[in-house]
């Protein structure tokens, strides 16, 4: 898709289907000297496309420090020939724009660091946007509350939690957070932000083996959103708090103390969901709204 930039020039919309693991990045958005996955992402396009200043990416979720992905979406504005740069010599001119994208995506492989992998590069369709044509996102949190603890081949994505934890409990502790909602209860304010969201699902399960996994849909996320959601059904799990608490906790409208962060490595962004393609461009429209409760929580 072919796009004006804020100059006017037309500009060749690219989107990237991207997988990282969290641990060693001060999380998804650039900052000054610390290493992020927008960081890392933006000097490989850089180098590969020969482009100075590196182009800015646009990302479907910002991803805190320690959280991973593995089914992250961004886009990228490229100027017309940027892609010729990632041909090999002699083939210049040669090839079509999907041909050189596939050329793009074997080259960033070649010069990304190990926990980042761009699994496609494509043209993006009409009207879509990484950020505001998403429908949803999903989310895993993942917990073991085995004696020993979590397999050591595990243990950057997996939560050990010292103590036995009643997944029904939480489950009907979940079910009271369900709908649309102002979250500023679990959320981290930011100026000129809504905490408006539609929690879609939040429901934890258990394998044999001591893992349980939260799954967790919303057409967005706040700031720490999740990450506090699962704090609170922890303390239910453990028996701390009863069943009614985090309902409770979200009728405030104010952040809580009681509420624990649990920690980010538990966390992964598992998937973005997007609309058919005759609705990414009114789907953005519609999210670039300032939203409102149109009922109380």
């Known amino acids: 898709m072919t796009v004006s930039?804020?100059?006017?020039?037309?500009?060749?919309?690219?989107?990237?289907?991207?997988a990282y693991e969290g641990t060693e990045f001060s999380g998804w958005a650039r900052q000054p000297d610390r290493r992020t996955v927008q960081g890392e992402l933006e000097t490989a396009l850089a180098r590969v496309l020969r482009m100075d200043p590196p182009p800015s990416l646009t990302v479907a979720g910002r991803t805190d420090a320690g959280v991973h992905a593995r089914g992250q979406v961004a886009h990228?504005?490229?100027?017309?020939?940027?892609?010729?740069?990632?041909?090999?010599r002699g083939e210049e001119g040669t090839r079509t724009t999907t041909e050189r994208l596939v050329a793009l995506s074997r080259r960033l492989a070649g010069v990304l660091p190990p926990d980042i992998r761009v699994h496609a590069v494509t043209e993006a369709p009409e009207g879509f946007d990484a950020r505001f044509s998403a429908l949803w996102r999903r989310y895993t949190y993942r917990v073991c509350d085995a004696p020993g603890g979590v397999d050591p081949l595990r243990r950057r994505e997996v939560l050990w939690y010292p103590r036995p934890l009643d997944v029904g409990a939480m489950n009907v502790a979940a079910a009271g957070l369900i709908g649309e909602h102002d979250f500023a209860a679990f959320c981290k304010r930011r100026d000129g932000a809504t905490t408006i969201r539609e929690l879609q699902q939040l429901h934890w399960s258990r394998t044999p083996d001591s893992f349980l996994t939260a799954t967790v849909i919303a057409d967005a996320f706040c700031h720490s959103m999740v990450r506090a959601l699962v704090g609170s059904l922890l303390a239910v799990g453990e028996s701390l708090r009863p069943v009614e608490w985090p309902a409770t906790v979200l009728?405030?409208?104010t952040r809580d103390s009681g509420v624990n962060v649990a920690p980010a490595h538990g966390l992964?962004?598992?998937?973005v969901h997007y609309p058919p393609?005759?609705?990414?461009?009114?789907?953005?429209?519609?999210?670039?709204?300032?939203?409102?409760?149109?009922?109380?929580?």
């Open 251 to 253: 009728t405030t409208g």
């Open 277 to 297: 393609l005759d609705q990414l461009l009114p789907r953005a429209r519609l999210t670039r709204r300032v939203r409102t409760l149109t009922h109380p929580s």
């Open 5 to 18: 930039s804020d100059n006017g020039d037309e500009v060749l919309r690219v989107r990237l289907d991207l």
């Open 76 to 88: 990228v504005d490229l100027p017309p020939g940027a892609l010729a740069a990632a041909e090999r």
């Open 268 to 271: 992964c962004l598992e998937e």
